[in-house]
């Protein structure tokens, strides 16, 4: 069983009674990445992956480039299990043997929600928590399947991020949750999760679902949809409002580089091109 990493300091807990610019089809060319463009020294690496959990050539292909950036730690953004067979040392254990900071999805759920928090260390009442990083962003993790299974307990979630997001003296605030609020791909968005972010404070909300990579920008905050970790692609449909950047044939993973001044993103296709890049200073 694999323990839950140890919080930098001690998560809130919920208590719950339950628990656009570019095309699609033409081909992508990589962008040039600039690694000079900061002159603030990169303190944490950060890697994103999400809906990877299939035992696949992809899946691996994405953990070896994950592997060779070297992150301090692994963000994961849920479903990270596909198979009823196939336990998560074999799903992810074997695949990300660096610290795991999870999420979790619905697929987590689908074959017992039980086995997720066996793995994790986690209960029902504490896969709602706060990662605090070395380099000072905090992480607000979201169980967002709970939050759209029950009213109340999405009411209660909402409290806490509110409340938790005020209590954080973190550089950056990053918002964690399976179910994307803006997106344009197959499952399109979460209606019941557009919180006002930007004025809550937040300052990006990593999220995958939806099998696509897309960047969006409103209201002040930047969402990311990062679930193109190894389970088969969606396609990028009409494009939401906001959206900066959406690709559908490319597996791979997020790098946040972050220090004290700015949260720097690099998503990289398996192969290690470079495909977007974004900047979100303090």
């Known amino acids: 069983m694999r323990k839950l990493p140890k919080l930098a ?17 033409a081909p992508v060319e990589p962008i040039q990445e600039n690694p000079n ?25 994405v953990s070896n480039l994950v592997a060779k950036f070297d992150p301090n730690f692994v963000l994961t953004v849920g479903d990270n299990r596909y198979k009823e067979k196939l336990g998560y ?7 990300y043997p660096q610290k795991v900071v999870p999420a979790a999805g ?19 009442r504490t896969r709602n928590y706060v990662y605090s990083a070395e380099s000072g962003i905090d992480f607000f993790i979201l169980d967002s399947t709970m939050g759209l299974k029950s009213t ?10 509110k409340q938790e997001l005020l209590k954080s003296e973190a550089d950056f605030k990053v918002v964690v949750l399976h179910h994307p609020p803006y997106s344009s791909g197959k499952h399109r968005s979460t209606k019941l999760f557009q919180w006002p972010y930007g004025s809550m404070g ?15 920008v409103r209201s002040g905050s930047t969402f990311v949809v990062n679930g193109v970790g190894g389970a088969p692609l969606y396609k990028c449909g009409k494009r939401v409002g906001g959206s900066r950047r959406c690709l559908d ?24 091109k470079t495909l977007d890049t974004f900047t979100i200073n303090r």
């Open 37 to 61: 463009s900061s002159s603030a020294p990169v303190e944490e690496v950060i890697a994103v992956v999400g809906d990877f959990g299939v035992a696949s050539r992809k899946q691996r292909a």
């Open 106 to 124: 619905n697929h987590d759920y689908e074959f017992g929600i039980k086995y997720f928090d066996r793995y994790f260390g986690t209960t029902y």
């Open 249 to 272: 044939k490319n597996y791979g993973a997020l790098f946040l580089y972050s220090n004290q001044d700015e949260v720097r993103g690099v998503f990289r296709s398996f192969s290690g």
């Open 202 to 216: 937040v300052d990006l909300v990593l999220s995958g679902h939806d099998h696509t990579y897309e960047r969006i």
């Open 152 to 161: 109340p307990a999405r009411r209660k979630q909402k409290a806490w991020l």
């Open 89 to 95: 040392q074999r799903l992810v254990g074997n695949y």
């Open 9 to 25: 300091f001690v998560a809130a807990v919920l208590t719950m009674t339950l628990g656009f610019s570019s095309c699609s089809s």
